[in-house]
């Protein structure tokens, strides 16, 4: 009987395979563990039954359509049937559609959905009235077949159509964002439910495969992007995605809150450091000095804190930028020898120095953060030796246009056990703390310069004896500019003290300094009065810019932030109108005082930068530049 069927069917036979692989990749979908929620796994499944009833439809077609009643109920349900293949070819592309949209950002159009569901709709209620209007089709039995009703082509074709050149449209637009194997997966679906909708009509139906190509599609979508081991693996990968996405927000926030928290940690600390610096300049009683210098020191202490913690965030969100220029040798080392004297002399700690004078001058590095480290050091050395000496040793070798610099700090200091060797570099890594108690810090500093250095492409490393003394040795490569020996600028070397600079004379010129914090203002002016220039502050931004537009300054030293008008605002608008102010040189003072925040200033348009706390040499070097003999 079977046989009878089979050879009776025989058009049918591809389209009875078509359900076993249908029925296959149904029970392997229902086997798996689904991730619950998983929408593009529920979408799989709706068009997986879909084009398994559409290829039961084709199978039963035939059947029914050969034993069709002359009239009644069963006459239509036989039409019916016959035209119903059509419905379930558009809702499987409907779903598919839907799939897509799942592999892609394309955020469904509300109302392109509604349109497709009424066009599904309207499609369907043609199809059940068909048997009774024959809009469709009418049939006419075995041997007259069909003849097509007026609305054949719209039913019939051109929701297919519509759908498949949706989906077609989507996946070109969203190409780039699929992976190879969902554009491989996607593709071929199309290709299979493509090829058995055109080739059946082409066959005028002698061939039913429809079912088929739509089955063979199913399976090769569940075999690319619907096993458990793949959706596992997407899965597991997005979560990590998120995992990290979440990670990276957190730490970004967490630097942005410090940074912002030592941004407004160090405003304050400008002024308490300047009062402070006025009041060891001004006052006469020895018993003031001596407290003023207590609080200088720890006030100084304090900042490097900020400081450390600061950059500590910044390397660890990978914000601190490394900035190579071209900078000069001698400056380096002259700044690093003056600052570590004065402290070695008020230690009565001898201090000696050693540069290799063959060395070249005119090296390309980031100078600043260099400085950085080799001064962190030499204040350890000095900070943890209470009697003997610190030698500063500056030697290197060239090989090609490199030269292989190293800076080396030992002293006769407390020394580190060797157990203790490696925790000095780590977060917080204070060591022999019986002995260290009394001395000030947190254990940042050089765990921030190792941190400095793994950028900077050098190291830095230790030697030491407990109780006898300790070396620090930083080494790393530098480009060389110029083959100029550093011998020459020995002689300069006080040139660049920069305690040695003062203002150029600036009498009978008139400088405005606007902060909206009095005790900015009150330092800013102090340091300034020694240039001889008259000094106009003003602590509201507003009446500032109102006094640029009535007079005019030699120059304008502006705070950034303040209520109403910031300090670049105020730029702004004073060199985008037609005032008298308009070529007057303008410099910021501010806290934002990295290479980078410089950098946007004077993009900015302001013609200098002066960092907060206010440092004298910092703002003489600042106002010399504008100061025209
Ligand atoms: P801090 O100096 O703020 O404590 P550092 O990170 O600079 O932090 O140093 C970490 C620890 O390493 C110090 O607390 C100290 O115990 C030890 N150390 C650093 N330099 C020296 C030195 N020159 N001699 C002895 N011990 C040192």
């Not at 070109?172 to 009509?201: D, H, N, W």
């Not at 070396?471 to 002689?491: C, G, H, P, V």
């Not at 500032?544 to 608008?573: C, H, N, W």
């Amino acid at each position: 009987m079977i046989l009878d069927f089979v050879t009776k069917y025989v058009k049918i036979s591809y389209e009875i395979s078509a359900i076993f692989f249908d029925l296959v990749a149904i029970s392997f979908m229902h086997m798996k563990i689904w991730e619950k929620g998983e929408k593009t796994t529920k979408v799989f499944r709706y068009m997986a039954y879909c084009i398994l009833l559409w290829t039961l439809n084709e199978v039963i077609n035939p059947v029914v359509m050969d034993k069709i009643p002359d009239a009644g109920l069963g006459r239509y349900f036989c039409l019916l049937v016959d035209s119903l293949q059509f419905f379930w070819g558009d809702v499987a592309l409907f779903f598919f559609i839907i799939y897509l949209e799942n592999y892609t950002d394309f955020k469904s159009i509300k109302w392109l959905r509604q349109l497709y569901i009424m066009i599904i709709v309207v499609a369907t209620a043609v199809i059940f009235i068909n048997p009774i209007t024959g809009w469709l089709f009418t049939y006419y039995g075995l041997d007259e077949g069909y003849e097509k009703g007026p609305l054949y082509g719209i039913v019939g074709y051109f929701p297919a159509i519509l759908f498949g050149a949706t989906a077609l449209y989507l996946y070109v637009t969203y190409f780039k964002q699929l992976l190879m194997r969902e554009r491989v997966g996607l593709l071929s679906t199309i290709l299979m439910i493509f090829a058995g909708a055109t080739i059946q009509p082409a066959l005028n139906g002698r061939l039913k495969i429809t079912g088929l190509f739509a089955s063979y599609g199913l399976f090769i979508l569940y075999l690319a992007l619907e096993t458990s081991d793949y959706l596992g693996r997407m899965s597991a990968k997005a979560k990590l995605e998120e995992a990290q996405e979440i990670a990276a927000s957190a730490n970004k926030a967490k630097s942005t809150f410090i940074a912002n928290m030592s941004h407004e940690i160090r405003t304050p600390m400008n002024a308490i450091l300047g009062i402070n610096d006025l009041i060891l300049k001004d006052s006469k009683e020895e018993k003031i000095i001596s407290y003023a210098k207590d609080m200088k020191r720890s006030g100084d202490s304090l900042l490097t804190i900020i400081n450390d913690v600061l950059d500590i965030s910044k390397i660890e969100a990978g914000k601190m930028e490394i900035q190579n220029r071209p900078y000069h040798l001698s400056e380096l080392v002259d700044e690093l020898v003056y600052d570590a004297q004065e402290k070695a002399k008020a230690k009565r700690l001898d201090f000696h120095v050693s540069v290799d004078e063959n060395l070249p001058n005119y090296l390309v590095g980031d100078k600043e953060h260099l400085g950085q480290v080799v001064r962190n050091v030499l204040d350890n050395a000095i900070k943890f030796t209470r009697r003997g000496y610190v030698r500063f040793e500056v030697n290197g070798g060239i090989r090609g246009d490199l030269l292989h610099l190293v800076f080396m700090v030992a002293d006769s200091g407390i020394g580190i056990k060797e157990e203790d060797l490696e925790k000095v570099f780590t977060n917080f890594g204070r060591v022999d703390m019986e002995r260290n108690r009394s001395i000030e810090g947190t254990g940042l500093g050089l765990s921030l310069c190792q941190k400095i250095m793994t950028l900077l492409d050098g190291i830095i490393t230790v030697n030491s004896e407990y109780g006898v003394g300790s070396t620090f040795t930083i080494e790393l490569d530098q480009y060389i500019e110029k083959f100029e020996s550093i011998q020459k600028f020995r002689r300069e070397y006080g040139r660049f003290n920069p305690m040695t600079q003062k203002f150029k004379s600036a009498e009978k010129r008139k400088f405005l300094v606007v902060d909206d914090n009095e005790m900015n203002l009150k330092v800013a002016e102090a340091f300034l009065e020694s240039s001889g220039a008259e000094i106009i502050t003003e602590n509201d931004s507003v009446v500032a810019f109102s006094m640029l537009q009535k007079e005019k300054y030699d120059l304008v030293i502006l705070d950034d932030l303040m209520p109403r008008l910031t300090g670049p605002t105020i730029l702004t608008r004073v060199r985008r109108g037609n005032g008298m102010n308009k070529e007057t040189p303008f410099i910021i003072m501010t806290a934002n005082s990295t290479e980078t925040d410089k950098k946007g200033y004077l993009e900015k348009g302001f013609d200098g930068f002066v960092g907060k706390p206010i440092k004298e040499e910092k703002l003489i070097e600042a106002v010399n530049n504008f100061i025209v003999s």
